[in-house]
């Protein structure tokens, strides 16, 4: 007989997988409601847990940067996320990017199989869960319309929303290699990892014109405002002709960018760039790196193609544009990802207002660890605003103001209290370093909490 408390976990993505297992590891007896392969959210098609909608990126892997930070504190706190995707890492310079397809089956694999963890295929559409289980709801930026009703109803208040956007895909043979070239920006990393298409100042100028004046696709219905809210768009992830918009040299200082990009031909920059970075190991596939769109199909075929080096490029997946719904944390969560007016419900991952993906996994490990620690009655961990996981935390449960989704980033991570002389680098580094001996002591207690569990 099982005699392990019982955590539930709702959804089976990022968070909620990176929940599951971290209570698991913790000591207790975990179900994990899935509605895939029943039902699929309009932005999903693979029956695998944690599929990748947007990029196979992962960002940066330095430390100094917040979300290199950020990786490096969940891979020492043994996290799942951070596991697969090193498991199924594809080449891509100073970042981490993941073959999506085995990525996926890796994390699916890994639930299925733990010994702790029970998956049960069904949809959830009305809360409470049983009362006295102890649950977290990672149901994502697509939550269905039932359990979004019934969280409003149960929340006290109408949901917010933003759109995001997805940047597409092409077949790599349909790449003209006589003028996309590999290289790195700066030269840092894997040059074979980017493909970079050039463009004179004539070509920007033809292309951006296309751009501005191309037709944007219908939004779907469950993606509609209703008349009386406004589009907003996240800036971390904002359309490439929403951004253009903004003026003729906008893309210029955003995702064309030239500086860093010689052309192997003059040793000069171009006007222009586009990045193609991998989506596999076998390099079969290519992203085009910030172009994150929600033009018509037939419109990103015309205007994409005027990119050189694209000009009978294959789309394997165009982009699209949808709606990602997320709560008003700082007025319902605590630091502990738990609902102040009833700790034993957690949310995780998108909907809290973190944006990307190792920040939704972050939050599911805080999550997960501490609802695991409240079925067992002891003390809840709290991850201090000195580290990336913590700021995290921090910064949904305690924002002020208009409150927006955040990645992770160092103006949230508390200041050192002194200055580092160098400049940006080196203080970002001490910051670093700061916050991995926090979450090393970390670690030691959670390991042991491990192992003087159940």
């Given at each position: 007989?099982?005699?392990k ?11 909620g ?25 309009p932005?999903?098609?693979n ?11 992962f ?21 799942l996320?951070m ?38 295929e ?7 869960l049983p ?6 709801i ?7 319309d ?22 597409p ?31 004179t100042?004539?070509?920007y ?7 501005i004046h ?5 939004l ?7 008349e ?40 000069r ?13 076998s390099a079969?596939?290519?992203?085009l ?14 205007v994409f193609?005027?990119?050189?080096g694209?000009?009978?490029?294959e ?17 319902l ?10 700790p034993?419900?957690f ?28 079925a067992?009655?002891k ?7 000195t ?7 921090h910064?949904?449960?305690s924002?002020?103001?208009n ?11 508390a200041?050192l209290?002194?200055?580092v002389?160098g ?5 970002n580094?001490a910051?670093?370093?700061r916050?991995?001996?926090?979450i090393?002591s ?10 003087t569990?159940?």
């Open positions: 007989m099982n005699t408390p019982t955590v539930h976990v709702v959804g089976a993505g990022l968070a997988c990176e929940a599951a297992y971290a209570a698991a590891r913790l000591g207790a007896s975990v179900t994990l409601f899935e509605m895939k392969p029943r039902k699929f959210t932005a999903h098609t029956p695998d847990f944690c599929e990748l909608v947007c990029s196979n990126s960002r940066s892997r330095q430390l100094s940067n917040a979300v290199g930070l950020l990786k490096e504190e969940l891979s020492l706190l043994s996290s996320i596991e697969a995707a090193y498991r199924c890492e594809v080449p891509a310079g100073a970042a981490l990017a993941v073959d999506r397809k085995l990525f996926s089956a890796y994390v699916t694999e890994k639930i299925r199989n733990h010994p702790d963890i029970t998956v049960v069904e949809e959830i559409t009305e809360l409470p009362p006295e289980t102890v649950t977290v990672a149901t994502g930026p697509l939550t269905s039932a359990l979004s009703a019934s969280l409003t109803r149960r929340l006290g208040m109408e949901g917010l929303h933003f759109f995001d956007a997805a940047a895909i092409v077949d790599a043979a349909t790449i003209d290699r006589s003028i996309a070239f590999e290289a790195s920006r700066y030269g840092k990393g894997d040059p074979a990892c980017y493909l970079n298409c050039p463009m100042k004539e070509e100028e033809a292309f951006y014109e296309a751009l191309a037709p944007m696709a219908k779907h219905d469950f993606d509609t405002p209703e009386s809210e406004a589009l907003t768009v996240f800036e971390g992830c904002m359309p490439v002709e929403v951004m253009a918009a903004r003026g003729p040299e906008t893309l210029l200082f955003g995702p064309m960018k030239p500086v860093g990009l010689p052309l192997p031909q003059t040793g920059d171009a006007y222009a760039v586009v990045q193609l970075r991998r989506e596999n190991n079969t596939m290519y992203n790196v910030g172009f994150q769109t929600h033009l018509t199909f037939e419109a990103q075929r015309q193609r005027m990119i050189p694209l000009q009978n490029a789309f394997l997946r165009y982009g699209v544009m949808h709606r990602n719904t997320f709560l008003n944390s700082p007025a969560l605590d630091a502990h990802y738990a609902l102040r007016g009833d034993r419900l949310f995780a991952g998108q909907m809290t207002g973190v944006e990307g993906y190792i920040e939704s996994a972050s939050s599911g490990f805080v999550a997960g660890v501490n609802a695991a620690l409240l067992q009655g003390p809840l961990i709290d991850f201090p605003d580290t990336a996981i913590g700021a995290l935390a910064y949904i449960s924002a002020t103001g409150f927006q989704p955040m990645n992770v980033n160092f103006g949230i991570i200041p209290g002194y200055r002389k400049g940006k680098i080196p203080r580094e910051l670093s370093a916050a991995l001996a926090i090393r970390l670690a030691d207690e959670i390991g042991a909490a491990e192992s569990l159940g």
